[in-house]
C-alpha cells in the first residue's frame, strides 16, 4: 500500500460517510460552474447540512460563508478541501481546533504535511477522492459496474 492509498481506504470512505451529516466545504463557491458548487448542490441535496467556508464569498446555496473554519459555530463531522494543496496544512490546524471528525481532500489535493496534522490531532484523512463520488459510489447512487473500481472514466478497461 501506497502512503497516498492509506488514505483511501473503502471501509473507511463508507464509515465517513455513514455517520456525517455536516460538512464545512472550505473553497466552496457561488459559481455554478466550479467543481465545488456542483459538490456542495449534491450533498445538500442528499439531506447533509453544507457550511460553505470561503472569505471571498458572502452567501453560497442559500447559506451564509465563513471566513475560515473559525467562525463555524456548529460541530463538523467532515471538512472539505476545494483549495491548492499548498493551504492545506492551516486548513487542517483550524479544522483540528474545531474539533472536526474527518479532513477530506478532493482530487489533487494531497499534502503530508496537513494530512499529519489532522492525524495528529485525531482526525479521519481521506486525499485525493472526490466526496460526491464516493458518496454515489457507496450509497447507491451508481451502476454497480462503477462501484469499487477505484476509478471512474468513460474508457473501457483494455481499450486504452
Known amino acids: 500500500m501506497t502512503a497516498l492509498e492509506r488514505y483511501q481506504d473503502p471501509a473507511t470512505i463508507q464509515r465517513v460517510l455513514h455517520t456525517a451529516t455536516t460538512i464545512a466545504i472550505v473553497g466552496l463557491s457561488s459559481n455554478e460552474l466550479r467543481a465545488s458548487h456542483f459538490v456542495g448542490f449534491y450533498l445538500k441535496r442528499h439531506d447533509y447540512r453544507v457550511i460553505p467556508v470561503n472569505p471571498r464569498e458572502t452567501d453560497v446555496l442559500g447559506t451564509a460563508s465563513h471566513a475560515n473554519l473559525l467562525d463555524v459555530d456548529v460541530p463538523v463531522d467532515i471538512v472539505n478541501v476545494f483549495r491548492a494543496?499548498?493551504?492545506?496544512?492551516?486548513i487542517a490546524r483550524e479544522a483540528v481546533a474545531i474539533g472536526a471528525g474527518a479532513l477530506w481532500c478532493q482530487f489533487g489535493v494531497?499534502?503530508?504535511?496537513?494530512?499529519?496534522?489532522?492525524e495528529d490531532g485525531g482526525m479521519t484523512v481521506i486525499m485525493d477522492r472526490c466526496l460526491k463520488v464516493e458518496h454515489a459510489r457507496y450509497m447507491g447512487r451508481m451502476h454497480w459496474f462503477g462501484f469499487n473500481t477505484q476509478r471512474i472514466t468513460s474508457v473501457r478497461a483494455g481499450l486504452q
Do not use: K, Q, S, T
Not at 494531497?110 to 489532522?118: D, T, W
Open 85 to 90: 494543496p499548498d493551504a492545506l496544512p492551516a
Open 110 to 118: 494531497i499534502n503530508e504535511e496537513g494530512a499529519r496534522i489532522a
